[in-house]
DNA sequence: CCAAAAGTGTTCTTATTACACCCATGC
DNA sequence: GCATGGGTGTAATAAGAACACTTTTGG
């Protein structure tokens, strides 16, 4: 048997590897406007396949961690962060989707705060790219992203979910921005206001925004719970 | 190394294994009122661990079909039949799922025609249950089954998905009938006809429905694409 | 003719939208 | 005082719930 003939019976006979991949987002400045926009940090591939690409940061599942505690360490390795938010996304299987071998994929994506995403580590090997214009990622990668950009955007349209995106305080036109920014379209800032004071997770504090050019605006802040998924006990 | 510290190191060192269940369900009448109501069928272990309890149909994932053909194939196995509608629910990978050894297991969830379900294979180890009043079952497959229950809720509605429970020609009634039987509540017929009339998957034939006690109800196809999921290029 | 489900109309309530307007602050 | 975003009011529209009413069948 040839070493050729003896890698494809290897592929053949090994049973699918399973690994964990996370989306991350998080809210940075845009360069030309300064409004705030979706970003995502990617890792670079050093090794084949699909060496020198971007990628999402993941791993394999380590024997004693959770699926939800492996995607939260690989976020931790390759940013430095910790999630606000974290939730699991889909479980990618196909045949197809590495060249070299079967590999199955449960993706976690996750929320984290502007301030953290500051800071989050970056490097030759690990950048930050804007999530609605990522080009060509390894693997099946693009996919994965734009799908974890619908379900943001699902999820922000019908949940509570747009606050894990802001520090502990925010004014309302902050979270106003946060939906233009996934959403992307300008929504109106009367309408929006009274649509969230209505919503019960939200509470009034008595402080107000200091430095802005015009009239300070009041601060809010969330009091709903981050969990989601039969994992922590609620509603995906 | 004795054979117990040998199972120890064996568990530790092994990757966790992949399994793939599924979570079916079926609209059969009830023994008492005769109403549609939500049936699953469930397997029974014929090994350890939890030898002689009820299980969810599964089994390993082949190394040459994807994760849905392999749902689609344990279904056809267990049961019979060929799914309607077919999606994945979750990875579930907590640590003690299984006493022997770590499972990872992807769920798929499937809703199968009443017609085809009346015939489905039922035997000794294959039998249904009704989907509400699921008592202990293997692994944590009860919780699975809640949260594929609370699956269908969610998106029965929201989404066109209660069609996948019924043949290919029904009555406004028998929609309705599908949807008290999910939601567990009575819903008026009057404003229910007109919200489905709306949805614009819903075809009129110029058929009715001969040989009831009363007026013959007009039939209606669903002429929308089942598919949803990032694999199906559509929205969960 | 009567019972019962099929199917239509009408009213009331509530959520969404568009947009006019007032308020408070920095400059 | 004036420009600007913060914040409130209001009228028009759309969507949903409640329920009276007409239609068509079998018996």
């Known amino acids: 048997?040839?070493?050729?003939?003896?890698?494809?019976?290897?592929?053949?006979?090994?049973?699918?590897?399973?690994?964990?991949?996370?989306?991350?987002?998080?809210?940075r400045p845009s360069e030309k406007s300064g409004r705030p926009?979706?970003?995502?940090?990617?890792?670079?591939?050093?090794?084949?396949?699909?060496?020198?690409?971007?990628?999402?940061?993941?791993?394999?599942?380590?024997?004693?961690?959770?699926?939800?505690?492996?995607?939260?360490?690989?976020?931790?390795?390759?940013?430095?962060?910790?999630?606000h938010y974290l939730e699991q996304l889909y479980a990618f299987g196909g045949l197809h989707r590495s060249p070299t071998q079967r590999v199955v994929s449960i993706v976690?994506?996750?929320?984290?705060?502007?301030?953290?995403?500051?800071?989050?580590?970056?490097?030759?090997n690990v950048r930050w790219f804007r999530a609605d214009r990522v080009d060509e990622l390894a693997f099946d990668h693009k996919a994965i992203v734009e799908y974890a950009l619908w379900r943001l955007r699902n999820k922000m349209a019908y949940g509570s979910i747009a606050y894990h995106l802001l520090g502990e305080y925010f004014t309302l036109a902050q979270v106003r921005e946060v939906y233009e920014a996934v959403l992307d379209r300008?929504?109106?800032?009367?309408?929006?206001?009274?649509?969230?004071?209505?919503?019960?997770e939200i509470e009034e504090t008595g402080e107000y925004l200091q430095g802005g050019k015009h009239r300070p605006p009041r601060l809010y802040r969330f009091t709903g719970t981050p969990g989601l998924g039969p994992d922590n006990r609620s509603t995906p």
Chains 1, 2 share one sequence.
């Open 108 to 124: 976690y994506w996750a929320l984290v705060q502007p301030t953290e995403a500051a800071l989050a580590d970056e490097s030759e």
């Open 186 to 200: 300008q929504l109106d800032p009367a309408n929006f206001r009274r649509h969230i004071k209505a919503t019960p």
């Open 1 to 27: 048997m040839n070493p050729s003939s003896a890698n494809v019976a290897e592929r053949r006979l090994a049973p699918p590897s399973l690994a964990i991949s996370t989306v991350i987002f998080a809210l």
């Open 37 to 83: 926009t979706l970003w995502l940090p990617l890792v670079r591939r050093i090794r084949e396949p699909y060496k020198d690409m971007w990628a999402l940061p993941g791993g394999p599942l380590a024997h004693d961690e959770s699926l939800q505690d492996a995607a939260s360490r690989n976020l931790r390795e390759t940013t430095g962060l910790t999630p």
